[in-house]
Structure formats: structure tokens, C-alpha cells
């Protein structure tokens, strides 16, 4: 079997007769490696990332006859520090490194690491990363390579499946055209980078904070909307616009003043009879009539008087409208949001509400935000999520996000790589041009709002350097393959 077993394409070979190994950590191998006589190592590498000490660790196992590891480079994420403890300290009972926490993979036996701390020596120089210090320590070495080990030791691996992923704590936006592609969107994003976490309740929960939904082209009229018979409700009891304009089902308690008897309040007895008196909807019809640039067109649910301590206060906790250009933007905010149960419910409820405000102001209905403070969804509904995101959910292919921000048109001027940057609608605003795709990437990335986008443009970039590094321009089309054949 070659060695070594990982990451082999990163890794400089230098004599089989050294029993010397090189970590440079973040310090690049280019800066360093050209200055070193490759007989003074007999391996040299990087080491990026704690979960990289395990790959260190089963290619020194597998190859048992460096008896001396060399540490240098820069210590960016801790990786050294990680690798300093393990050679120093060992690991727990869990197999995670005492004093750092870094888990070890689960299938290296703990036999094996204590014989791996016991012959190799580790030599800590974090911070010299120039190649004539680096060069000088290697020459202070000079061990030869000596077996510690009868045979290889090679382990199984198995690439790991995590339940949940990293993410941001807080800050998480999403665009979406319709209700129903942005709940699709958020479901599939709280189950997959959701914290797992208990709640005041009987249930556990997958939960992100502070997540922004936009939905920007949900029909204003319901009957025309996005709902989809697999949402967990129905029709009937999401409601329809009754002949004289009122709602009926969910939508009713949205959007009218009602109170049955025996309930507390209903979101629409909030915005409609606050406090039993005031209508904040007619207010806030009334102040942007008054003044179109207003940003005092506020509707408030929460009482103070009435929610502080309250076992069921309300979700929805604040409502405001705005008006630019003709079109009335709406931003809500939900200090706890059910996504799975409840989001596609109360998104079809706030764009009749803003529809409802856009016609008594003639305007036409612009974007709907949604920011939900606490975005979760309950552990007796994860399978059920699961299910639902296998049959409907499909990421959006990234030459068709719309990004805000704007289009780019790349064109080939050889030498050159030209990006011409339009607005959605098709306007020409500037023009960029450079020689690789790092340098264009770096020059546009204040310019891409969308990841997929980004990701999109690092591919049609690279391609258009790669074009022309040939000598061969014309093999380059905007989203398609490189032309095999123009390139030969």
C-alpha cells in the first residue's frame, strides 16, 4: 500500500533514510521546502485543522519509522497547539486530547497512540517559519530512520455523518420567489445547521437565531399563491377572502378584529383592537398616506401589561411597512417561530396583510420579511421534515438565483478576463478586468450577494483563465463546458 495513506498529493517525500518528519503548519510548503536539503527530512507537510492531527497521527502509525517530528510554522487554528498536547498529554477516556478536546478517530486504538507518543519525539518550534531557521534545526537533527513498530499499523476509517452542522450563531438570510420555496429553504436549512437544544417545553428542538426570510414574487392574491397540498395544513383551514373582504380560517384570526369568546387575543385583535381601541393597520395605512418616506408605520402585539409573565404571549411581536418607489415593503419579526408547523401559515396570513395595505395606498407589494428570532423545529417533527425535504426539496441550480445585487457577463480580451456587471434588470454599471481568477474573485466578491452566485462566478472564472493560459480563448462559452475539441 503507498504511503503515505492520506492526503498524499500535499505531502513532500524527501530521503527514506530520515527518520525526520516536517510540520509547517499554516506556513505554505513553497516558501519553505526550496531551502531545505531533502535528505535532512524524510516527509514534510502541512497541518490545517485539529481534525488533521488524526491523518498525522495514522500516517505516522502506518509508516512507524520517524522518530522525530519537527513542529514550525504558524499556529492559526490551534492544530499545533492540538498535536503539542497529544505527544505531551494523551487522551481521555472519550479519546478526545487531554487539555484541548480535539476527538481522535474513533478507530485508532489507544495502544497505538501511547506507542506512537513513546517513539517519536516531538520538537516544538511554532512561529519560525522562515526556511533558514527551519533549515538550520534540521540540520541540528539528523536522526536516521529507526522502526519503532514490527509492521505498518493501519487502521479502518470511515468518513463520519454528522446530525447537525457549524453556522453562524446568529444572522442567517434567505430569498426565496414564493412562501413555498422559502419554507422549503428554511426547513431544510434549521434541520441541517439547527443547534440542538432543549426549550421551556417537554420537547428538544433544532434552532437558529435571528433568521431573515425575503420572499420577493408570492402572489398577492391568495388564490394564486404557492401553497402546496404536502404543507401541514389545509386549504379550508389556512382560509380564503370572503365576498365582503374579510377571512376566513387562520387567515381570519390574522387579519380581523374578532375575538371568540374563551381566547385571549388573536394576532389580528392586536393589530386591529390593541388594547380594545386603537387599529394600527388603518394607522399605518393613515401615516404612510400622510408622509410615503415614514418609517413610524409600526404595528406593536406585544403588551407589556399583559405578556410579561404570561405562559402564552404572542409570536408575532412587531409589524412595519414601508414605502419606496410604489411598492409597500413589509418586515415582521417573531420572537419564537415554529418553521415547520407554523412559518407557511403566518407568511400566506402577512402577505394578505400587506396586500391589504398596498391597495389602500395604490401601491403594488414589494418584498416580504420575515425575521424570526428563535428558528426551530420540534424533535416530533424531524422525521417528518426529513421526509418532506426527500420528496420536494431541491437546491436551486446557481445560474438561476437572482441575486440582488446584480449579473456579470464574463468576456475573454486576451490577455485579459473582462466582467461586466449589470443590474437584475439588465442595466450595464461598471467593468472589471485582470489576469487570473484569484485576482477578479477578490475584485467582485463586494458585488455577490448570493453564495451560489459566488460559487457559480469562481467556476465560469477559472474556466476563463484556464482559456487562456492555453492559448485557446474561443474554448471559453459562459455557462457551458470548456470546448474539448477547441482546445486541441
Not at 539528523?142 to 453556522?167: G, T, V
Request: aromatic share 8%; hydrophobic share 40%; proline share 6%.
Amino acid at each position: 500500500m503507498a504511503w503515505p495513506l492520506y492526503f498524499a498529493q500535499s505531502l513532500r517525500l524527501g530521503s527514506p533514510g530520515s527518520g525526520v518528519g516536517l510540520c509547517l503548519l499554516w506556513t505554505p510548503q513553497e516558501r519553505v521546502l526550496p531551502a531545505l536539503e531533502p535528505a535532512s527530512y524524510a516527509l514534510a507537510g502541512n497541518l490545517y485543522s485539529r481534525d488533521g492531527v488524526s491523518f498525522l497521527v495514522r500516517n505516522l502509525l502506518a509508516h512507524p519509522t520517524l522518530t522525530d517530528l519537527l513542529l514550525c510554522g504558524k499556529d492559526l487554528t490551534g492544530s499545533g497547539a492540538a498535536l503539542v498536547a497529544l505527544l505531551r498529554d494523551g487522551v481521555d477516556a472519550e479519546g478526545r486530547i487531554v487539555g484541548d478536546g480535539t476527538r481522535l478517530h474513533a478507530e485508532i486504538p489507544r495502544a497505538a497512540l501511547e506507542l506512537l507518543r513513546r517513539s517519536v519525539t516531538l520538537h516544538d518550534h511554532r512561529d519560525i517559519a522562515r526556511p533558514e531557521p527551519i533549515a538550520a534545526l534540521l540540520r541540528e537533527l539528523q536522526r536516521p530512520a529507526h522502526a519503532w513498530a514490527e509492521a505498518p499499523l493501519i487502521f479502518p476509517y470511515s468518513e463520519p455523518a454528522a446530525e447537525a452542522l457549524p453556522a453562524a450563531e446568529t444572522g442567517l438570510l434567505l430569498r426565496a420567489p414564493t412562501v413555498r420555496a422559502g419554507y422549503l429553504r428554511l426547513l431544510w436549512h434549521v434541520l441541517t445547521f439547527g443547534q440542538r437544544s432543549a426549550t421551556q417545553h417537554s420537547s428538544e428542538q433544532r434552532e437558529l437565531l435571528d433568521l431573515l426570510t425575503v420572499v420577493s414574487d408570492e402572489p398577492a392574491e391568495l388564490a394564486r399563491g404557492s401553497y402546496a397540498d404536502w404543507m401541514p395544513f389545509t386549504r379550508a383551514s389556512l382560509g380564503e377572502r370572503q365576498p365582503d373582504g374579510s377571512y376566513s380560517g387562520y387567515l381570519g384570526q390574522l387579519l380581523g378584529a374578532q375575538l371568540d369568546a374563551g381566547v385571549s387575543y388573536t394576532y389580528g385583535s392586536r393589530l386591529r383592537t390593541f388594547a380594545g381601541e386603537i387599529d394600527q393597520v388603518q394607522a399605518i395605512i393613515d401615516d404612510l398616506r400622510a408622509a410615503g418616506e415614514s418609517r413610524r408605520a409600526v404595528a406593536a402585539l406585544w403588551s407589556p401589561a399583559q405578556d410579561i409573565g404570561s405562559a402564552n404571549p404572542p409570536c408575532l411581536n412587531l409589524v412595519q411597512a414601508r414605502l419606496r418607489e410604489g411598492r409597500l415593503q413589509l418586515t415582521a419579526y417573531f420572537r419564537s417561530h415554529d418553521i415547520y408547523r407554523a412559518w407557511a401559515a403566518n407568511a400566506y396570513g402577512l402577505r394578505a396583510l400587506q396586500a391589504q395595505i398596498a391597495e389602500a395606498l395604490g401601491a403594488t407589494a414589494g418584498d416580504l420579511a420575515i425575521l424570526s428570532h428563535s428558528a426551530h423545529i420540534y424533535a416530533h417533527d424531524w422525521e417528518r421534515v426529513s421526509e418532506l425535504l426527500a420528496q420536494h426539496y431541491k437546491a436551486a441550480d446557481p445560474r438561476l438565483v437572482r441575486d440582488a445585487r446584480g449579473s456579470f457577463v464574463i468576456v475573454l480580451e486576451p490577455p485579459e478576463i473582462v466582467v461586466r456587471h449589470y443590474t437584475p434588470g439588465g442595466e450595464h454599471l461598471q467593468s472589471f478586468r485582470g489576469s487570473s481568477a484569484r485576482q477578479l474573485g477578490v475584485t467582485l466578491s463586494p458585488y455577490v450577494g448570493e453564495l451560489s452566485h459566488a460559487v457559480y462566478l469562481g467556476q465560469e472564472l477559472q474556466k476563463a483563465e484556464l482559456a487562456i493560459s492555453l492559448g485557446r480563448p474561443e474554448a471559453f462559452h459562459q455557462d457551458l463546458p470548456l470546448d474539448i475539441h477547441a482546445i486541441r
